[in-house]
């Protein structure tokens, strides 16, 4: 086996392992739960990470290979048409079969019958197969973070008010925030996919982060850190989300219709302000980076700062050169936490995806590759809003400058943050 | 212990055991599903009925009795304004806990402090305390009925169509369906409460069977049984859910809204009819009940028919010199069968819930009971219509010839079927 | 001519021209409001009642009479299918064609022609054509009260406050509430229909009314009066529309949902309460029926006052002795308004009409006729509850003790008011 | 009187004229539809145009100015929140009131003080005035179009398919479709305004075009004319309303919930195309430009073609040097038809929007303006795409190379269409 197979393969161990891992201390009625349309239960993540890889590799290059069951085909399809149709995603909760304890059966059968389709010495589709093997592994820890947010939501809804992570948060003062000014002018973007022949897990990038083209930036200034909770609660009790002006129309029809008067998970007794977390329900501190917020109130916010938040292409001109390390997926950690760090462009990656301003749409000569995979991302390059940067449910390894992440802009049940900005 | 002591202890124990032997079979995952906001989480029925016998026993009457769980009151309380708020009915599958472990655990420590209470000899609450006592049970076999209809409705959403009941079920040839003449007249219908202090598990009544009161009944006849699969088919394959001129207004709605073209559960498969039951995936057998069908669907059949379906009182006049037995729930099976009986007023009681033209209102006289318990029935008594006779799915010694059923004109999930009458 | 085909002509004339009388200081954009689905646009009022005449009466009975507009048929059908498809009911008020003046040509051309109809003497369907004439007429008559409270429901929406009636309404005090006893017992009810031969206009009944039948009344009492408006205020400022515990369930999910306060188009400001009526915004009268309450209302409001609504049938028992006169439409008066007369059963007809707790079904007996006119009644007897006793909408001459009116628990934009009742 | 101000006022004249203009030939009831909430009635048009004057220019500017009417300001406010709340838009066509001539009045009596106040010499505040004045005439301009199209789906709905133009549209041969090629590079896109001092009608652009901007375009090809409905009966017939793989995941969405078949308006009859125009109900004509496309269909159909649409910056890089003119709004034409034109880039202006796969974003540098009249534009920067070119509908002089339209991807009323691009 070649290095690169290795590495591919201690990879493969590693980050299937973890999806597991994160199932620790749960229940197996917890990894039932399915709060709303937009989430799956955690079994069913276990699973549908499992069936790309049957789909996508065993299926097709697998000699001799026998489905799992023949079943599993439609209900762990989340959305590629071109395999066929899919059990309807709001109703995932109620496969209460295949248990949890066969589901775990599945992730061990499929990813034995992968490691031997590795043992097979160069076989000519080996290129492909590391190719998809790399771009599944990348899908598992995008389940990874989906599987930490979909679970608080859903723990969120019970008044008993589980714990998922029992270790204490660590706090630390906020520090003041400043601008940094950046010039712009031409620059290059995005990053071009890796010849598959050559693809490790460490080079590898999903298809809508490229083709890397050229742009032009006028001169922008950035803020060192995101927006904290502290700052935001101010916006709270100026009456934000009672006044229009600050709003774009569709974010304000969304606040009268939900009926927001705060971040997502927030409650407030008396004169302070409580979340729940994945670490409990806490009083929230001020110094750390506020989250689950939509975009429009990320918006509303920087209205109302008077400022406004990154383009996508600034967000990544700055990030460029910066290491894609931080507050990320640790063991002890699933919330994000104020910084021990002094000065700097801090807290680019981890703890918050940060909204951007920019549409996701395709890159200029962006195409979807042929076949099912290219439903992978194209087909939802419409109506969703770029967000970069990772967050603490991100697994490290990862995150990086060009990585794309995507909502809607109503969406707020993710590790979603603000990072503001404005004109030069 | 006097002997009314003896006998309500014993039936306690029987019936809360039952409860518990009903998911003997399932998973966990079964317990949790919540196919629709009208059904329950097996889970949820275990705790709902412990709850109630704590809420309506144990705390007003057990001294020193420390709750369970304060915020088991919230979580488990169904529809008691008077007890306080409730946890919102469509999202009972999102309480992952307390777990299926820890409602057992619950459901005996309840039942271990009811016995204890039983135990006191003559306290003066006594009667009240049995009267709450044996109303509980009746409650908790109400709810076994549900726990079997609504695990049903949430398996059939399951493509891998799990079986509940591996027994196999009975068959017989379907006799001819003839009708019985009733001359009606003058007659007494519905039945007093017993006097609490009196009051056994074999007398009793729910409080919306009384007063017991005068009526008049037209002369009238009935079918000899209940409409069965063939004749139903037949109403199928006339076009008879696509013509409106048999369905009422609301029924019309229904259909076109729902796309109803056959009762719930049902697939055609070329020439042939299947049916989801709690045996598994099966044909349909012609000669037995049809079940599943909403009362819409019942008085299309019967307006195709040029007949009409039962009035309560004249349902109940019949019924009242007929000894309440039938197929009700047996172990090894849970599905409607056809008849074995040659003559007589075949299948009364049992196989299936026979809808009646009658709105399900208050009796004259009828006042409901002072307090939370007096939302028991009271409340419904409007929009909902009648239906008589228990099912394959109603615990044996809970059916009387005065016992009230309701349901909403569109429902289909229970074992509600159809027995035709007419004017003479 | 016969005596009674001269009447029947006159009647014809006075009725068809009084739905026209209706609109008189209206403007053609008033004409064509639909507030919601429930109501209709009045000019569509004025076609579908000539539509009614042309399709049962012209189009078989009239010798080669061609229709008016061969699409007329699908704009103007209301709900009956033997005829055909209907143009969706919610979107009528999109047919800005045919015009008001072009709806106004089409009465006019059906009247000529229903007229010259009538002039063939002794024609041998001249009881069907005759019955149905009469049929028309009271269908009519029906559509002049909806005419009335449709605009009422639409002009209510328009900031502009606008006055269909500028007659400035009677008061007078309020008079106490007593309650006269009544024995009960065996009694008939009901109203057969006469002789298609022999009809005239005040002799019709709808098919709804009978058979006549027998029937058996426990003793009870009835309020002599309506529920006033004072006495609804009391229950408001009691807090009856945030006590669940007076309100059946759906009734008080109906109150959560609607965010009912009061009655449908009273405001309060400050101590006093107002009402938009067809006179105008006015302060509401303390002295006059409350009206414009839904049966769940009604039913709340006997409950918090320990009592109950009337049987329908104790209602026809009490009304039967009673000349069928009031508070019906009159040229200066369309709101219901207090009563001068100083004892006696009051305002049992007019004013309001009288919800009963009694669900609408049809009488033993009761079968539709065969055809699209058996549509007119009977596919609506499910889900809907019966009002008695006309309203100050209601056409002087067209109510009866017979007389049943139907709607939905949660309609309230009917002149639909409370009479109380108790058992004895 | 100024030579600017004397042009002013000619176009106010010509313009406030056109409006009234295109309600000729309709009936007061035409004027009263609101088929959906997107649409408003053309009344409240007249009205909404004429609270903008008066809002925005007479209440602030005109000396002892009354208010036509209070309540007007509640009534025709759009979305104005630092004027005030709005009545509920989709209750528009509940305004029976004012009626049409009260609407009318309403409009002379506005423009009359309008007038006044541009006699006024030299006031300070006069190019204030005037650039609102030149503001409220584009804004007049745009509900032109909208009466439109507003019209055009209201009647669409009336199954007597009432003819708004009763002239026979042109038709001609179609070409073929070619594409030209662009180098792109460094290019300046959108804008500025000019000083309000200066302020021409011709010289006007809204705030959303600028500032103007320097951006990067990669090379690409653009089709020289919109597809037409020749090519898009290709892709229906080829069964793109059934393949998912064309559709980006909310278009599919979209197709499936809508049933959409074909564009807005067509019936296929037989092996015929149809559709609705607002010169009648008329065969589709190949060689014309297919409209009423939403983005999503858009799309689908380049994704079919394997082609995609234009960005902005590419359509206004084409069109920049191009004349802005083309079939715009003719008294004798309200539907796109084909081109006579032999060779270069047709129909770039007129006959139909052309969808963009941009969305519509602020541009680098823009800041809506201050106070009220900044929510005209900057807040809808969200949620929406890009449309550029205008239509048939669009009054002729509204339109220029930099004019961004915006519409939400699913909305397929407006004159859309679309024109082909490539990367090279």
């Not at 490229?210 to 916006?235: K, M, Q």
Request: with cysteine; glycine share 8%.
């Amino acid at each position: 086996m070649d290095e690169h197979a290795a590495l591919i393969r201690s990879r493969f161990c590693e980050i299937r392992q973890h999806s597991e891992a994160l199932c620790e201390g749960l229940d197996v009625e917890d990894l039932c739960l399915q709060g709303m349309a937009d989430t799956s239960p955690l079994k069913w993540h276990l699973a549908h990470t499992t069936w790309f890889f049957e789909t996508f590799i065993l299926k097709p290059f697998a000699r001799h290979y026998q489905p799992y069951n023949e079943r599993f085909e439609y209900l762990f399809n989340s959305y590629y048409n071109a395999v066929g149709r899919q059990y309807p995603r709001p109703l995932r909760h109620m496969l209460s079969r295949p248990t949890v304890t066969e589901v775990l059966a599945y992730r061990a059968a499929v990813d034995e019958a992968v490691q031997a389709l590795l043992d097979v010495p160069s076989a000519p589709e080996q290129s492909e197969i590391r190719h998809r093997l790399v771009l599944g592994l990348n899908h598992e820890q995008q389940h990874q973070e989906l599987m930490l947010t979909d679970l608080k939501y859903c723990l969120s809804l019970n008044p008993l008010q589980p714990v998922y992570n029992h270790a204490e948060l660590p706090t630390s003062g906020a520090g003041g925030l400043t601008f940094s000014e950046f010039e712009g002018g031409d620059c290059e973007l995005g990053m071009n996919q890796v010849d598959p022949a050559r693809i490790t897990p460490g080079s590898f990038s999903f298809d809508n982060e490229g083709p890397r083209h050229r742009s032009w930036l006028a001169p922008f200034a950035v803020a060192d850190r995101p927006v904290n909770n502290g700052e935001f609660i101010e916006f709270v009790e100026a009456g934000g989300y009672r006044s229009p002006q600050w709003w774009h129309s569709d974010g304000w029809a969304a606040v009268q219709t939900e009926q927001w008067q705060m971040p997502l998970y927030w409650q407030r007794e008396g004169q302070r302000y409580y979340a729940f977390t994945l670490h409990g329900y806490l009083e929230v501190d001020p110094a750390a980076p506020v989250c689950h917020v939509s975009l429009y109130e990320a918006l509303a916010f920087a209205a109302w700062r008077g400022l406004r938040l990154c383009r996508e292409g600034e967000w990544e001109h700055v990030a460029s050169g910066v290491k894609p390390d931080g507050n990320l997926w640790r063991r002890n950690c699933q919330h994000p936490t104020s910084d021990r760090a002094e000065s700097g462009m801090r807290q680019l990656y981890g703890d918050v995806w940060e909204w951007t301003q920019s549409a996701y749409s395709p890159y200029p000569g962006y195409r979807p590759q042929a076949g099912a995979l290219g439903e992978y991302n194209g087909k939802f390059m419409l109506n969703q809003m770029v967000l970069r940067g990772g967050s603490v449910a991100t697994p490290p390894g990862h995150i990086r400058a060009t990585y794309r992440n995507f909502f809607y802009p109503a969406d707020r049940w993710q590790f979603s943050g603000i990072r503001l900005a404005q004109d030069l």
